[in-house]
């Protein structure tokens, strides 16, 4: 059973760093290209940043660039979000997700999202 | 904000048709990317309902189904039940300024 589990949220300061961490199981992961989208509280989703399956190739959202780092540990089947220089607008349930290796390359993606997330809170 | 509209909120009764809207533009499902559907009960993760414009996942039900049109795309649900309430997103990818994936702007399905 594919199954993704994330965790590394809290409640941050504005300015502040957190990682986010997802393992995953159930699937071959270095097969799969993977990604993190939020949802800010009683709003719509929102893509973040994905990578390709070797971790070479990395994409992030404008608003996020030079403030968050996307990578991936395929030893250990994880997948990570590093997020620095937070801002109120960051605060969000972070999920990530994986897009079947089916569904080719960058960016004709769509994400498989199974974990129930890990929330972000950036407040002083 | 987001690049692709959708109705705030479509209804229907118990058995019934209801279809879902994705409108975008040239730089996006015009362009030719493919449009996925995504479905989200409160409090849960989404869940990928839809993918590369009319395919279903494995355990998804056929009353389920999507098409393409031009810059716009559509998500059919025929023979409502009542386990259908809740939201849907359409999502592609939009080319303009340095690439995004987009999502739309969401839609509740309510079963009368």
């Known amino acids: 059973e594919v199954q993704m589990v994330e965790s590394g949220g809290g409640l941050v300061q504005p300015g502040g760093s957190l990682r986010l961490s997802c393992t995953a199981s159930?699937?071959?992961?270095?097969?799969?290209?993977m990604t993190w989208v939020r949802q800010a509280p009683g709003k719509g989703l929102e893509w973040v940043s994905s990578?390709?399956?070797?971790?070479?190739?990395?994409f992030h959202r404008d608003s996020v660039k030079g403030r968050f780092t996307i990578s991936r540990d395929n030893s250990r089947n994880t997948l990570y979000l590093q997020l620095h220089s937070l801002r109120a607008e960051d605060t969000a349930m972070y999920y990530c997700?994986?897009?079947?290796?089916?569904?080719?390359?960058?960016?004709?993606?769509?994400?498989?999202?199974r974990g129930r997330g890990t929330l972000v809170t950036v407040s002083s | 904000q987001s690049v692709l509209t959708q109705p705030p909120s479509v209804s229907g009764a118990p058995g019934q048709t209801v279809t879902i809207s994705c409108s975008g533009s040239s730089s996006n499902i015009g362009a030719g990317y493919d449009v996925h559907w995504y479905q989200q009960f409160p409090g849960t993760a989404p869940k990928l309902l839809i993918y590369?414009?009319?395919n279903r996942p494995s355990g998804v039900p056929d009353r389920f189904s999507g098409s393409k049109s031009g810059a716009s795309a559509s998500l059919a649900i025929t023979g409502l039940q009542a386990e259908d309430q809740a939201d849907y997103f359409c999502?592609?990818?939009?080319?303009?300024?340095?690439?995004?994936?987009?999502f739309g702007t969401g839609t509740t399905v309510t079963v009368l």
């Open positions: 999502q592609s990818y939009d080319h303009s300024l340095s690439g995004s994936y987009v």
């Open positions: 990578t390709s399956a070797s971790g070479v190739s990395t």
């Open positions: 159930g699937f071959t992961f270095n097969s799969n290209a």
């Open positions: 590369v414009n009319s």
């Open positions: 997700a994986r897009t079947p290796s089916e569904a080719g390359t960058f960016p004709y993606w769509y994400f498989d999202l």
